[in-house]
Every structure is written in C-alpha cells, then in structure tokens.
C-alpha cells in the first residue's frame, strides 16, 4: 500500500498548484481520500476528503472556494487544486486512504490508515 504526493512547490500569493496523490498497492476505487497539511510548528489539520462512490466531496471552513479536491480512479489518483494561495497555506500536504465516509463531514484523522510522505507547499514572495 503506498500513497504518493507530489506537485508542491514554492509559490506566490495568489497563485495555484494543483497537488496530486498517487495510489498503489490497493484499489483505490473503493477507498475515501482525505488530504491534510501541517505548518511549521502547528497541529495537523485535515483540509477535506472525496468518497468513493458519488464523489461527494467536504471541505474545512478555512479552505472553502479555494480547495477542490476530485479523483481519476482509472489513474489511481487524486488531486488536491489550490487557488487563490495565502502565506497561511504553507504547510507539508498529505493524502491520506480511509474506509470510513460519513454524510456531513470528513472522517476523523485516526480513521486514516495509510499515509502518503507529504509535499511541500511554501507561498512566498
């Protein structure tokens, strides 16, 4: 089972990237994907999640109209779009796999079983 990250970067205020997370080792058609970041010094702290089946996506109140996540299952892989980037999104992004789907939020970070290494995002100018 492995989770990949990649497509971070350094980055202007105001800027976008779009994040990608590579899955292998398991189907990931089955599997709900969170994606989490964690600042220097902070907390981590998940950003949103995408279900397996409808696509149905939950963002956190401090990233919604700047964060779409969205999945191509046939590449085993899911995305992370980050647009209108703010210093305070400098973090280490991580996606993450989970067999738990709620209908009103995003599973709890201990529901999440494997784990991608991380990619850096710095927003800077």
């Known amino acids: 089972v492995q989770l990949v990250e990649s497509g971070g970067g350094l980055v202007q205020p105001g800027g976008s990237l779009r994040l990608s997370c590579a899955a292998s080792?398991?189907?990931?058609?089955?599997?709900?994907i969170g994606w989490f970041r964690q600042a220097p010094g902070k907390e981590r702290e998940g950003v949103g999640c995408?279900?397996?089946?409808?696509?149905?996506?939950y963002y956190a109140d401090s990233v919604k109209g700047r964060f779409t996540i969205s999945r191509d299952n046939a590449k085993s892989t899911v995305y992370l779009q980050i647009d209108s980037l703010k210093p305070e999104d400098t973090a280490v992004y991580y996606c993450?796999?989970?067999?738990?789907?709620?209908?009103?939020?995003?599973?709890?970070?201990?529901?999440?079983?494997?784990w991608g290494q991380g990619t850096q995002v710095t927003v800077s100018s």
């Open positions: 993450a796999r989970t067999s738990a789907w709620y209908y009103y939020r995003c599973p709890k970070e201990d529901e999440f079983d494997a």
């Open positions: 995408i279900s397996s089946g409808n696509y149905k996506t």
């Open positions: 080792g398991f189907t990931l058609d089955v599997y709900e």
